[in-house]
């Protein structure tokens, strides 16, 4: 077999056969097929797609490419959740104890952000002591002690997806539901979860813009999770807008600590607490999260996890050095308030990166002050923006001129849940 072959069939629209498939992610791994090959295979997958049945074989020959994980020591069940990443979404943080707390083991091996996205890394990594990296024998005795491990995929899991995806990345090739599917699949079925569940984001601020595309990926991701024999399900949920009020590393660690002390703003708190009830469910555990929250055990279970990864749950968060308020420019209701452009704006403010090996600032981002919906008066404040260097307000300022609007009514907005797949 060679890779013009594999291509040149992709390439004319045809379906390419489980053996091709084996064959060319093997030897991508390897290095037998070049970079380039590679990314004329991916852009063909792009432009003509692939059947179930292709991305099937494509998801399971790149677990296979690496380390497969096993939690069948554990005498509780697995449950673990991805989002596909929004603007905001700081989930899994009170959501991993949370579940843990009511029952089931939370294995979670988490990404770093790029782009307008945050990543969950990050944002644990602005917490003094605690450590993403951890040995497979440390995940197992994290789990053992907390319930629940948030942490980096070792370089030994699905490898043909790691170097796939920073070829993606470079060659304009990231937006294909198959290519998605089949990355995010791959890790987390080697993760060797028993349940899994998929927020799937949908709006400006998301990958998927549409509920149809958000949906296509879904219903292909539950497929190849489900034949997998990991019990999945998910749910489509709004990113037109932010999630909750705080965009930024620390900012929403410190809303997550919020929420699980048994406040913080109420859409975190509807979506934490109905991923957990979907969680446990798929894993088959009766439990009640939303009382989780109120007694304090999820709390418990997150200054345990936290301590467990080297971390103080006590420690002061670190600060930008420099905030910048924008108020409200009229009043009436604040009609929009754009997920892309607040993630922009956190973006340049500091609380991401432009290339992967960049560093983030744990303090940079944007504190909202209203929320679509709201009532707002002019002259009120709007949203307050944190940096370390005073020269980034105005290219914030810059993405966030068209991301709000005050009028007389408020627009449509999607639903915070918008459906369950
Ligand atoms: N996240 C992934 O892990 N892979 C993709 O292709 C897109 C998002």
Request: glycine fraction near 10%; hydrophobic fraction near 45%; proline fraction near 4%.
């Amino acid at each position: 077999m060679d890779a013009i072959e594999v291509i040149r069939a992709k390439r004319d629209r045809g379906g390419l056969t489980t053996a091709q498939i084996d064959w060319v992610i093997d030897a991508y791994t390897r290095g037998d097929v070049a970079d380039e090959q590679m990314s004329a295979l991916a852009m063909a997958i792009l432009l003509n797609g692939m059947d179930r049945r292709e991305i099937a074989d494509w998801t399971q020959a790149m677990i296979r490419s690496g380390e497969r994980m096993d939690w069948s020591v554990l005498d509780r069940p697995t449950a673990d959740k991805h989002s596909t990443g929004g603007v905001g979404d700081k989930i899994t943080l009170p959501l991993a104890p949370l579940v843990a707390a009511c029952g089931a083991y939370v294995p979670q091996l988490s990404g770093r952000g790029l782009g307008h996205t945050g990543g969950t890394l990050d944002k644990l990594e602005s917490i003094p002591g605690w450590r993403a990296s951890l040995s497979n024998d440390e995940m197992l005795d994290v789990l053992r002690t907390a319930g629940a491990v948030v942490c980096a995929a070792g370089s030994g899991l699905a490898p043909a997806d790691k170097k796939l995806y920073a070829l993606r990345d470079v060659t304009g090739t990231v937006e294909s539901i198959p290519l998605i599917a089949s990355s995010i699949m791959s890790k987390k079925i080697a993760e060797g979860t028993g349940s899994l569940v998929l927020d799937v984001k949908v709006g400006s601020g998301a990958f998927m813009k549409t509920t149809s595309t958000a949906r296509e990926l879904a219903e292909t991701m539950v497929a190849l999770g489900t034949d997998a024999g990991v019990r999945t399900v998910a749910l489509l949920t709004a990113m037109d807008r932010p999630l909750g009020r705080a965009v930024g590393n620390a900012l929403e660690v410190e809303e997550s600590v919020e929420v699980l002390a048994g406040g913080g703003p109420s859409d975190v708190v509807e979506l934490t607490v109905r991923l957990a009830q979907e969680m446990l469910e798929a894993a088959g555990v009766s439990a009640d999260p939303a009382k989780a929250l109120r007694d304090g055990s999820a709390m418990d279970a997150w200054r345990r996890m936290i301590t467990a990864q080297g971390g103080d749950p006590d420690a002061l968060l670190p600060r930008a050095a420099e905030s910048l308020t924008v108020e409200v420019p009229s009043s009436g209701v604040l009609t929009r308030l754009d997920a892309y452009a607040v993630g922009l704006a956190a973006w340049r403010l500091g609380a991401g990166r432009a290339r992967k090996e960049d560093p983030v600032s744990f303090g940079a981002g944007v504190t909202l002050h209203a929320k679509p919906g709201d009532l707002v008066r002019a002259g009120q404040p709007l949203m307050t923006l944190h940096t370390d260097e005073t020269s980034r307000f105005d290219r914030a300022l810059e993405a966030l001129e068209d991301g709000y609007a005050v009028g007389e009514a408020s627009e449509d907005h999607l639903p915070l849940i918008i459906d369950r797949v």
